[in-house]
């Protein structure tokens, strides 16, 4: 496993759609432990391939420390539910800056698995909010996007001043 440089906000390549992953390979599962390896270290609890400049649908998330890794090929949530909740979200490319987002609070999605497998899956809690997060990462949509302009302009204004 290696560590993958992150790509750090305002970079481009986090405002751009991924693509479909096609080929279901080695290439495959090395990115995905590459990414779980990068998400360990930065510290975080999900990470997209386009964190790491990498313009592919695949993403990694781990709640609950070793043993509880999840991976998602091409994932896409299919429903929302109507009622919403509130969670503390960040992002390993913008570190040091949090704020709360509303979501739906439950969703369905579908995804592949490494092996090219069909999937579904339901999720609520910080699972739900954690897929939304990085598929939103996936589809060109940075977390920030999900404040008010207010909200944004503060949290841009604070980063600038962390980076330096």
């Known amino acids: ?3 993958l440089p992150i790509v750090r906000y305002p970079d ?3 405002r751009q759609p991924c693509k479909a992953i096609e080929t279901f390979d080695t290439r495959l599962a090395g990115l995905a432990d590459d990414l779980a390896a990068t ?10 391939a386009a964190h790491v400049g990498i313009l592919e649908r ?3 998330i781990e709640l609950d420390g070793p043993g509880s890794l999840r ?16 969670h503390t979200e960040g992002s390993v490319s913008m570190p040091g800056v949090t704020d709360e987002v509303e979501r739906p609070a439950r969703i369905r999605l579908r995804y592949q698995d490494l092996s090219d497998a069909p999937q579904t899956e339901e999720a609520d809690g910080l699972l739900s909010v954690c897929l939304q997060h990085e598929i939103d990462q996936l589809d060109g949509i940075f977390w920030i996007d999900r ?7 503060r949290i841009i204004k604070k980063y600038g001043k962390i980076r330096g």
Not at 41 to 47: T, V, Y
Not at 147 to 153: D, N, Q, V, Y
């Open 58 to 60: 695949l993403t990694v």
């Open 39 to 48: 998400m360990r270290a930065a510290p975080g609890i999900g990470i997209t």
């Open 1 to 3: 496993m290696a560590l």
């Open 12 to 14: 481009l390549r986090l």
């Open 71 to 86: 991976i998602y090929v091409n994932p896409v949530i299919e429903w929302f539910s109507p009622e919403m909740q509130r």
């Open 147 to 153: 404040l008010s302009r207010l909200k944004r302009e």
